[in-house]
């Protein structure tokens, strides 16, 4: 090329500069997560939430824990929706779901007595949180986006509401 300018009508025609392509371009670019970094994180924080489901049918279960079932039923169905709605972007983005359990449920189920276990299941909601506190920037997918701060809210709400219980049992008053 001789550095000269082409002003004909079919160079006219043609983008020229990069940023006419910038919808093309890999998240990574822009500072965001890769597909394959947000596959990886949503599949983590899935084996997690299916841990998580089962833990609080696990509590639920329990004789101990008769007291506490509204909570034990919210915590649950949060952790159930958050599974579901990462299965579905997961999919959505090419990815396959992991069928794994975290390892988190082992550890729980090992814990004994009620406070415990809401104690120990607080500590894994509260690592959910940090999670997406520290992942949900990274994402450039908007809808994805949308529903992982819907999950982060909920296990905010679940934390604040496992605290109050725990507090309660503390003092010996009603949950």
């Not at 069928?99 to 449920?105: I, K, L, Q, S, T």
């Not at 120990?120 to 986006?145: H, T």
Request: glycine share 10%.
């Amino acid at each position: 090329m001789s550095g000269k300018r082409d002003d004909s009508p079919k160079a006219a025609a043609e983008p020229y500069s990069p940023p006419c392509q910038m919808h093309e371009a890999d998240p990574a670019y822009f500072g965001y997560m890769t597909t394959e970094e947000v596959l990886g994180l949503l599949n983590t924080l899935l084996e997690g939430e299916r841990a998580g489901v089962r833990a609080a049918t696990a509590l639920r279960k329990s004789a101990e824990a008769k007291d506490c079932t509204p909570l034990i039923r919210q915590v649950g169905e949060g952790e159930a929706w958050s599974c579901a709605m990462l299965d579905g972007h997961i999919t959505r983005l090419g990815g396959k779901p992991s069928h794994a359990v975290g390892r988190f449920y082992e550890k729980f189920i090992a814990i004994e007595g009620l406070a415990g276990r809401l104690a120990f299941l607080n500590r894994g909601q509260e690592w959910v949180i940090r999670r997406l506190r520290e992942d949900l920037p990274k994402i450039a997918d908007e809808r994805l986006r949308a529903d992982l701060d819907e999950m982060l809210s909920l296990h905010v709400t679940n934390v604040a509401a496992c605290e109050d219980a725990m507090r309660a049992m503390k003092e010996g008053g009603p949950i």
